[in-house]
């Protein structure tokens, strides 16, 4: 069973907007602070945004600190990146995670499928 699902990925745009969503499967994964990370073709997967369980502690890589924004809803075990003014160096799969709270992927020990995103110039 995979614990984290990602989806909401797709073709846009430069400036417009894409909500991922990412569902996981259980109470153990939900009841964990939760990540965002990206990785480009042929570059290393690098920190999008975290936020804690409760919802309260949120962190943005710069490149994505003021266009983006995480949230989650513990209700539904579900986590949120929105994602506006899309350029196309955001482009790339997108993967959620769940552990510990984290710039560092290490931090993480469940990891989701990826979904891709992709903005054409």
Known sequence: QVPLVESGGGLVQAGDSLRLSCAASGRTVSRNAMGWFRQA????????????WSGISKDYADSVKGRFTISRDNAKDTVYLQMNSLKPEDAAVYYCAAGSMSWNHADYRYWG???QVTVSS
């Open 41 to 52: 073709p042929g570059k290393e997967r690098e920190f999008v945004s975290a936020i804690s």
């Open 113 to 115: 499928q990826g979904t």
